[in-house]
């Protein structure tokens, strides 16, 4: 099944380059090309689309303005010359967020990922998360682990082998240390209200991680075991700091004894 698309950019340039590479997924079908983001709206009001590949920083309707007035948006994907965008694109639940110039591997793995949810929300397969103790109550770090029912039968996921959870809407990626990934019908509230937080945090409104596996923290993003960077946004990095490192931190300066 191929999904709809449209590409918006007020960059002649970057439009025709975008849609040169868009045009090499299989599963990705353009239904227009747009300089802004006022021809988006104005399609959209008349056609719906699986998913908008959009610029940032456009003239008289920007891709986030365009994102926030839609009421049922579909699928975005942002891509700019500008990082500092990042934390509030995704705070508004966008797919992926790309730095220009998009390189080709890195706009595959952003229409996968987008691919990877719609065909998730479409079939309804994904698998169910439920207690170490098969119920629905907090668990303790002494459980150390949780199962996911899925169709052969019930996975066990310790907690030690998750890197971080992402939200992906109503479902949720579990990524683990192996480079495996576990899909699940369960929002990160959910996550959040049955895993410890000894362990687990959540430093995004579409992510949480284990913070056992973080090797840096920045004034954006945190940096897990296996390269993997996890925006932070400014509501939940206060709280990681307190959490995960104002008691273990080692300063320049020691107290004389």
């Given at each position: 099944?191929?999904?709809?698309?449209?590409?918006?950019?007020?960059?002649?340039?970057?439009?025709?380059?975008?849609?040169?590479?868009?045009?090499?997924?299989?599963?990705?079908?353009?239904?227009?090309?747009?300089?802004?983001?006022?021809?988006v709206s104005n399609w959209?009001?008349?056609?719906?689309?699986?998913?908008?590949?959009?610029?940032?920083?456009?003239?008289?309707?920007?891709?986030?303005?365009?994102?926030?007035?839609?009421?049922?948006?579909?699928?975005?994907?942002?891509?700019?010359?500008?990082?500092?965008?990042?934390?509030?694109?995704?705070?508004?639940?966008?797919?992926?967020?790309?730095?220009?110039?998009?390189?080709?591997?890195?706009?595959?793995?952003?229409?996968?990922?987008?691919?990877?949810?719609?065909?998730?929300?479409?079939?309804?397969?994904?698998?169910?998360?439920?207690?170490?103790?098969?119920?629905?109550?907090?668990?303790?770090?002494?459980d150390s682990y949780f199962?996911?029912?899925?169709?052969?039968?019930?996975?066990?996921?310790?907690?030690?082998?998750?890197?971080?959870?992402?939200?992906?809407?109503?479902?949720?990626?579990?990524?683990?240390?192996?480079?495996?990934?576990?899909?699940?019908?369960?929002?990160?509230?959910?996550?959040?209200?049955?895993l410890p937080v000894s362990?687990?945090?959540?430093?995004?409104?579409?992510?949480?991680?284990?913070?056992?596996?973080?090797?840096?923290?920045?004034?954006?993003?945190?940096?897990?075991?296996?390269?993997?960077?996890?925006?932070?946004?400014?509501?939940?990095?206060?709280?990681?700091?307190?959490?995960?490192?104002?008691?273990?931190?080692?300063?320049?300066?020691?107290?004389?004894?």
């Amino acid at each position: 099944m191929t999904y709809s698309c449209i590409i918006a950019d007020d960059s002649a340039i970057e439009r025709d380059k975008l849609e040169i590479l868009l045009r090499k997924i299989e599963r990705i079908h353009i239904v227009a090309v747009c300089a802004n983001g006022i021809e988006v709206s104005n399609w959209l009001s008349k056609q719906p689309v699986d998913i908008v590949f959009s610029d940032i920083d456009m003239p008289e309707l920007s891709g986030i303005g365009l994102l926030k007035s839609l009421k049922q948006p579909p699928v975005f994907i942002f891509f700019t010359g500008h990082s500092e965008y990042a934390v509030e694109s995704f705070e508004l639940d966008v797919v992926d967020f790309l730095i220009k110039p998009v390189t080709f591997e890195r706009l595959v793995k952003a229409a996968n990922k987008a691919i990877e949810y719609l065909d998730l929300k479409k079939n309804n397969t994904a698998a169910q998360v439920i207690s170490a103790d098969n119920g629905e109550v907090p668990l303790n770090i002494s459980d150390s682990y949780f199962f996911i029912k899925d169709t052969p039968g019930l996975i066990k996921v310790k907690f030690e082998e998750v890197v971080y959870i992402e939200s992906m809407g109503n479902f949720a990626s579990i990524h683990t240390l192996k480079g495996k990934k576990h899909v699940a019908l369960a929002t990160l509230k959910k996550f959040e209200s049955i895993l410890p937080v000894s362990v687990f945090t959540r430093t995004h409104k579409q992510y949480m991680i284990n913070h056992h596996h973080i090797v840096n923290i920045s004034t954006q993003d945190v940096l897990l075991e296996g390269g993997h960077t996890i925006p932070v946004s400014l509501s939940h990095r206060q709280a990681l700091l307190d959490k995960v490192v104002n008691k273990k931190l080692i300063t320049r300066f020691q107290e004389n004894e």
